[in-house]
T-cell receptor, first 110, second 114 residues
Framework: KQEVTQIPAALSVPEGENLVLNCSFTDSAIYNLQWFRQDPGKGLTSLLL?????REQTSGRLNASLDKSSGRSTLYIAASQPGDSATYLC?????????FGAGTTVTVRA | NAGVTQTPKFQVLKTGQSMTLQCAQD?????MYWYRQDPGMGLRLIYY???????DKGEVPNGYNVSRLNKREFSLRLESAAPSQTSVYFCASSEALGGIDTQYFGPGTRLTVL
């Protein structure tokens, strides 16, 4: 059974600092890995999708890497802003479903 | 473009009552999903529908039933609600099953069972 872990559970940084969010998974036979953002009381918004054959994806200030062999992914957010405050969820697609981590809640202090 | 819509947004039930959560998508997606989200845990898949006319169990299907009414709509039914079903329920859709493309999520239904 795929297990997805996100550490730390919560993170607080001053504005302008770079954010590094970690995700690990136990079964490397995945089709893709996705990072989502969830604002309080809202649904999930997809940030980046990395196919299993890719090593990284970039979108603006966001960059996500994938190392299937070690079962790890890292989401980097450059020059954080208060608007980046949210919960970030990592999910891996294996077989027929997405398996989610519990998320990292980020607070960016102005 | 509404994307994925869910009704109702909030619901309070008593133990033993039944209800249906509605979900609709306007992106012409083939696959649809129902998840639940509990504090401190990731989202867990309840049921999914790979395409119109098919439904399959996910990780936590006990106590739920689903109907894929047509390509746009996928409903989740609780026949006899229990306090353990207190959760936030999310519907999602994607072009196809298999992880090639992203899933799009609705805003969620917050359900409390007393």
């Amino acid at each position: 059974k795929q297990e997805v872990t996100q550490i730390p559970a919560a993170l607080s940084v001053p504005e302008g600092e770079n954010l590094v969010l970690n995700c690990s998974f136990t079964d490397s036979a995945i089709y893709n890995l996705q990072w989502f953002r969830q604002d309080p009381g809202k649904g999930l918004t997809s940030l980046l999708l990395i196919q299993s054959s890719q090593r990284e994806q970039t979108s603006g200030r966001l960059n996500a890497s994938l190392d299937k062999s070690s079962g790890r992914s890292t989401l980097y957010i450059a020059a954080s802003q208060p608007g980046d405050s949210a919960t970030y969820l990592c999910a891996v697609w294996d077989d027929y479903k997405l398996s989610f981590g519990a998320g990292t809640t980020v607070t960016v202090r102005a | 473009n509404a994307g994925v819509t869910q009704t109702p947004k909030f619901q309070v039930l008593k133990t033993g009552q039944s209800m249906t959560l509605q979900c609709a998508q306007d992106m012409n997606h083939n696959s649809m999903y129902w998840y639940r989200q509990d504090p401190g845990m990731g989202l867990r898949l309840i049921y999914y529908s790979a395409s119109e006319g098919t439904t399959d169990k996910g990780e936590v299907p006990n106590g739920y039933n689903v109907s894929r009414l047509n390509k746009r709509e996928f409903s989740l039914r609780l026949e006899s609600a229990a306090p353990s079903q207190t959760s936030v329920y999310f519907c999602a859709s994607s072009e196809a099953l298999g992880g090639i493309d992203t899933q799009y999520f609705g805003p969620g239904t917050r359900l409390t069972v007393l």
